[in-house]
């Protein structure tokens, strides 16, 4: 009899209820979004990703776990939500309770990622700062500091960590780096602080990837919420799937 019940539980099944069809509805639509909403997220993880290793020079490694985590929950948001769509489709309550869980653990790892984005925002102004000040002592020797310097001067349009005043100690004449002048006059070869930005790279890049790590906790705590609500919708679509068997 055991036997017989699980057998009937985990076999779909066509309930006539218009209670149960609307939830089984409402689970598929969810799904259906998960479905693109998991394509968007892994596309997301993957820009912000290029971003924090587009300027890795500045923010180290450690800012590139949480886009690489998003990336892999997109993945398995977008497996997921086709699964839940078959449970709902079939009628299946071992399918929806095990989309459940599995949705739940995700769940929590979104979380996790808002989490951490919102503590990597905090923690950006100090990195950055660490980062900036080490990459200009070994701006002479190092040509990896060179290229990452002219990168983000170049890109963000700002001139030292600060100002152009920065590179004093590595430039003479008042000269700094070819990257630092995005508008010279004709005639002009020498980049000098008259014709550099005067904005410093610091409070530039911070802004940028600041808002980057905001979008990152955005995301994860708005798909979260989102998913919580699935996650409801499939427990009581599974309860009853469970009642209609318990009178079978």
Not at 130 to 156: C, H, I, R
Not at 210 to 236: T, W
């Amino acid at each position: 009899h055991l036997f017989e019940s699980k057998h009937r539980l985990c076999s779909p099944t066509k309930m006539p209820s218009l209670g149960i069809s609307c939830v089984r509805y409402l689970v598929f639509f969810f799904n259906f979004l998960f479905a693109i909403t998991g394509g968007i997220v892994v596309i997301t993880g993957t820009v912000i990703q290029s971003y924090y290793y587009h300027y890795s020079n500045f923010v180290g490694e450690s800012f590139w776990t949480a886009p690489i985590v998003l990336i892999v929950i997109g993945s398995i948001i977008f497996v997921v939500a086709c699964f839940g769509c078959c449970g709902a489709a079939k009628e299946s309550p071992c399918m929806i309770i095990t989309f459940s869980i599995f949705l739940g653990v995700v769940f929590l790892v979104e979380i996790g990622i808002g989490v951490a984005g919102y503590y990597k925002h905090e923690q950006l102004s100090g990195i950055l700062e660490k980062g900036f000040n080490k990459t200009l002592e070994s701006y002479p020797n190092d040509k990896g500091a060179q290229e990452a310097w002219n990168l983000v001067q170049s890109e963000m349009q700002c001139c030292g960590i600060n100002g152009p005043e920065d590179w004093e100690p590595i430039y003479k004449n008042d000269t700094v780096p070819r990257a630092c002048c995005h508008r010279m006059p004709v005639g002009v070869n020498k980049c000098t602080r008259e014709y550099a930005s005067t904005e410093g790279c610091f409070s530039k890049l911070s802004n940028f990837l600041g808002s980057k790590s905001l979008i990152l906790a955005g995301i994860g705590i708005g798909l979260a919420i989102v998913q919580l609500i699935a996650v409801l919708l499939a427990c009581c679509l599974y309860g009853s799937f469970r009642r209609q068997y318990e009178t079978v």
